[in-house]
């Protein structure tokens, strides 16, 4: 690790950072499990694939370098490297357990790995009892791999890349603006996965409508609760004045 | 274990002279035969209140096979008596043999050596002009006569003086004679009449102390314990005022509400009425702001656990209880918990949804304890005013219209919820109300 560093130029170097800057890649995890139908035997009843993938399917090459994936110890080699993108690792088996997922970036972006947890998923909850071999069970979850205060190598290379979004930190507790807005070609750079069409979208558009909604009806009541208090204030100063 | 103990006060005071100094502490530690484990841990090495023996401990003790005991009415002699009076006393006798020397309980007959001074001693040393020579004659004839129970002491004396004044005599007669007669000053440095000589200041303040707490009555101690209920009220009050200006601070994005009411709510804190509600330095912004600065300082992060550093930051300063409860109404909002998508907008958003719930219920509690000090007002003067109560009434009833409303929202949640699992991604709208259209609108601008 610290080798690295030091051969190239050293990432860790103050003068190297850029201060409120933050590279930010979504990314989706999770994993698609096929049910074996027929072929299904006691011991591998499911066909799965664990990956990590860019948000909008756009290749994760740029920053990551290697994922290893820790299966369960009852696998052969349970612990699994993969260099090179897509990142993704395919099993058969027939039970359900915690896989850890770590991520190696390159050296400028980062020395230090990343360790995600997903719960492999062969059984739908939702519809219980009514296996198909057609319909896959699709567990994803939508995350951010956050790099605050790059440095500037590496900045430079992945700025404009598809697969990341770059914001400027504004002072405290205001919101900071985006300097690359989505890049449009993102919606091409997507790489015909053979399971693509069980990917999902995930998109801020609904969550960010249900907070705006929320926040609005929480200041409505806070204007009206000031305005109470206000009125409030004036009766009991008159109280007071009576009582004096 | 003393009066001080049972009264709870702590051993600051010097103990008296003839005081004895207390055991080493092994001595305490060492658990006694006949209790278990797991009790003796419970007194917590303390000498139980009950005696406690192992009953089996008395039934084992069986006497020896050629032991024959019995029970006779003999007399018996005291070292302790000095009159030969003859007393009987029932005795056991084992293998006929009475025992011999002296009562078991003479050695109990402790006689104190009382200090006899000559004249010339107490013309040389003993002179005070708070006493007379033949005040202080009485005290020791009694001292010696009562063995130092220096409450009879006192009662005895022809002349009226203070327990502690006696004391204070007799120990310092005491000690002047003991320093006066020793060869050299370092022979009795190591008596405790010398060590430690009596502190009548001490002393009388320490049984003013005393009689002071135990003659305190029950009304006392419930005025005490509503002033101290009092204090922590005001107390709280401030806290929240605190962590209401700090979210003030941080200013509300859409502008939603005008600067015209902030403007006045400010006014009104600044008011002599509440003066308990003035500013105070923010604590959760210098939180969130040690947060993200500790998270800049990792060089790789998820959004998620950011998010979730940063929600804990910012609560740090709120209670557990309103914790709780901000989280209930983020879930009648039908707001997740934990954003399903956590880009950076969505959290920030989140975020400051948190911070507003915060203000709320900084608000009605700021608004809850005007209204107890409105109707403390009006119980305490005007009972009867008409007018005000209703219009106080009227407010609070607004107040809780939060609660109704939110559920509406959380009814509607579950709706979606389930219409979702049906059609996937179709925006859906169940309810019609008006806090409703903006999400609507967007929804439809994002699908």
């Known amino acids: ?244 | 274990m003393d009066a001080k103990d049972i009264l709870g006060i702590p051993k600051t005071t010097p103990s008296l002279p003839h005081e004895k100094k207390s055991r080493p502490p092994k001595d305490s530690q060492r658990k006694p035969d006949g209790i278990s484990r797991e009790v003796y841990a419970l007194t917590g090495g303390l000498a139980p209140l009950m005696p406690s023996i192992d009953v089996n401990q008395l039934k084992k003790k069986t006497q020896a096979e050629n032991e024959k005991i019995t029970w006779q009415w003999l007399p018996f002699t005291s070292s302790a008596r000095k009159d030969n009076l003859q007393l009987y006393h029932w005795v056991r006798v084992v293998n006929g043999v009475p025992p011999t020397g002296d009562y078991s309980f003479a050695k109990y007959n402790k006689s104190i050596d009382v200090i006899k001074y000559t004249d010339e001693e107490y013309e040389k040393f003993l002179e005070d002009p708070a006493w007379t020579r033949e005040e202080t004659d009485q005290l020791f004839d009694l001292s010696a006569r009562f063995d130092l129970r220096f409450v009879v002491i006192a009662d005895k004396l022809p002349y009226s003086r203070t327990v502690e004044e006696l004391k204070n005599r007799y120990y310092s007669v005491s000690r002047a004679i003991l320093i006066a007669r020793a060869a050299s000053p370092a022979d009795v440095s190591g008596h405790p009449l010398v060590k430690e000589p009596y502190n009548l200041a001490q002393e009388t303040e320490r049984k003013r102390a005393l009689s002071m707490i135990l003659s305190q009555s029950k009304h006392q101690e419930r005025r005490d314990a509503e002033v101290y209920a009092e204090a922590k009220k005001i107390m709280e009050a401030r806290m929240a005022a605190k962590a209401a200006q700090d979210s003030e601070l941080i200013p509300i994005s859409t502008g939603g509400a005008g600067d015209a009411e902030r403007d006045n709510v400010n006014v009104d804190d600044e008011s002599p009425s509440n003066p308990q509600f003035l500013s105070a330095p923010p604590i959760s912004i210098a939180e969130t702001a040690s947060a993200s600065a500790s998270l800049r300082k990792l060089r790789v992060y998820l959004r998620t656990y950011g998010f979730e550093q940063m929600v804990q930051a910012a609560s740090s300063s709120a209670g557990l209880r309103t914790i709780k409860r901000v989280e209930q109404i983020l879930q009648d909002l039908g707001v997740n918990m934990k954003p399903k998508v956590p880009t950076k907008t969505v959290c920030e958003e989140h975020l400051e949804l948190r911070k507003e719930i915060l203000t709320l219920l900084n608000l009605q509690k700021q608004f809850q304890y005007k209204e107890a000090e409105g109707s403390s007002y009006r119980e305490g003067s005007y009972p009867e005013t008409p007018g005000t109560p209703k219009s106080f009434q009227r407010i609070l009833d607004q107040d809780r219209t939060f609660i109704p409303d939110s559920t509406c929202f959380g009814g509607e949640h579950i709706v979606k919820r389930d219409q979702k699992r049906k059609a996937p991604g179709r925006p859906t709208d169940a309810s019609s109300s008006p806090a409703n259209k903006r999400p609507r609108k967007l929804k439809n601008t994002d699908e």
């Open chain 1, 1 to 244: 690790m610290d080798q690295n560093a030091r051969s190239e130029p050293d990432p860790r170097s103050p003068a190297k950072r850029l201060k409120d800057v933050e590279v930010s890649v979504p990314i989706v995890y999770g994993t698609i499990s096929f049910w074996l139908g027929k072929k299904a035997t006691e011991t591998q009843s499911h066909k799965w694939t664990v990956y990590v993938r860019g948000a909008t399917n756009a290749d994760l090459g740029a920053v990551v370098k290697r994922v290893v994936f820790q299966l369960h110890p009852s696998f052969n080699n349970p612990v699994r490297a993969v260099e090179s993108p897509p990142f993704e690792l395919s099993e058969c088996g027939w039970g359900e357990f915690e896989i850890a997922i770590t991520l190696y970036f390159h050296a400028d972006a980062c020395d230090k790995p990343l360790t995600l947890f997903h719960h492999l998923k062969l059984y739908s909850e939702d519809e219980p009892g009514t296996q198909s071999i057609k319909k896959p069970v699709v567990v994803e979850s939508y995350d951010e791999i956050v790099f605050p205060d790059p440095s500037e190598n590496f900045f430079a290379r992945v700025k404009n890349h598809p697969a990341i979004l770059s914001y400027v930190s504004a002072p405290l507790g205001l919101h900071s603006g985006r300097i690359e807005e989505v890049n449009e070609a993102k919606e091409e750079e997507t790489k015909d996965h053979p399971l693509s069409q069980w990917f999902k979208n995930f998109s801020e558009g609904d969550e960010l409508s249900k907070l705006a909604a929320a926040r609005q009806q929480v200041q409505g009541h806070i204007v009206k609760l000031r305005n109470q208090l206000s009125s409030m204030n004036g009766q009991l100063e008159s109280v007071v004045i009576e009582c004096d």
